[in-house]
């Protein structure tokens, strides 16, 4: 497998924004390596459209709050692919937990995976595009609502809040090991929400913002793009929410 771009989206086999940015990706000529935690089914089955479809694509099982997992991960795609052109860190826990009953291991939880897992690949990844002229891309996936939190998910909005910080570290880190590295963090907007969420809460969260209409996985998926393939922006958090955090 030589010759073509190649892309890990984290979190992807789950059919939540890391599996439409993977997709998005396939369409426009990367091969994309699936990683999946527990979404095996899911996973297999995105890697077998995929690969109907004429691209090519391979799943990969890894715990991100796992470093020897996170090491496994990023050795075997290497392994697969020869290269690493772009990695997409979308795996993130969204777990809602009122304050007064919030406990230490479900504070732990929350960063191991938003915060933790993204540092530990983000460094894995670093390391194989150290080593490519080319260098690479590193896209995290923060929260545009971190500038405006709400209840019951505290531990959350503190795991998603480091990124921004960690996000400059990792430019400054990263393109000194080659200056042709970039690392970039997008903030999206309510493009998902939970389908329990009742209606008018849905519609509050899609409509709220200064265009006045519902985003989608798609805009996020499109941004991942351009952030890939310009080569002159670099610790950028970027959001893209309708302009909803000047409502």
């Not at 979404?39 to 990969?60: N, P, R």
């Not at 480091?162 to 570290?169: D, N, V, Y």
């Not at 519902?214 to 002159?232: M, Q, R, W």
């Amino acid at each position: 497998m030589n010759g073509s771009k190649t892309a890990l989206v984290t979190g992807s086999g789950r059919r939540r924004i890391g599996n439409v940015i993977a997709r998005v990706l396939s369409e426009n000529g990367y091969r994309v390596a699936i990683h999946y935690h527990r979404s095996k089914s899911d996973a297999m089955e995105t890697v077998a459209e995929l690969c109907a479809a004429g691209a090519v694509a391979e799943a990969f099982q890894a715990d991100l709050t796992l470093e020897h997992d996170v090491a496994c991960l990023f050795e075997e795609v290497d392994s697969a692919f020869g290269r690493l052109d772009l990695l997409v860190n979308t795996a993130a826990v969204w777990t809602p937990t009122p304050l007064k009953t919030l406990t230490a291991e479900q504070i732990r939880d929350q960063f191991d995976v938003n915060t933790l897992g993204s540092l530990l690949c983000a460094k894995e990844a670093g390391a194989i595009m150290a080593r490519q002229p080319e260098g690479g891309a590193v896209v995290l996936i923060g929260d545009a609502a971190i500038d405006h939190p709400y209840t019951d998910y505290a531990a959350y909005f503190a795991s998603k809040g480091a990124l921004p910080t960690l996000t400059e570290c990792l430019a400054v880190e990263l393109a000194a090991l080659n200056p042709k590295i970039r690392v970039n963090c997008i903030h999206p907007g309510p493009v998902l929400v939970a389908p329990e969420l009742p209606e008018p809460a849905r519609r509050r969260a899609y409509e709220g913002n200064l265009l006045s209409t519902k985003g989608n996985p798609e805009a996020i998926a499109s941004t991942v793009l351009f952030l890939a393939e310009n080569d002159y922006i670099t610790g950028v958090n970027l959001p893209v929410d309708g302009g909803r955090r000047l409502v």
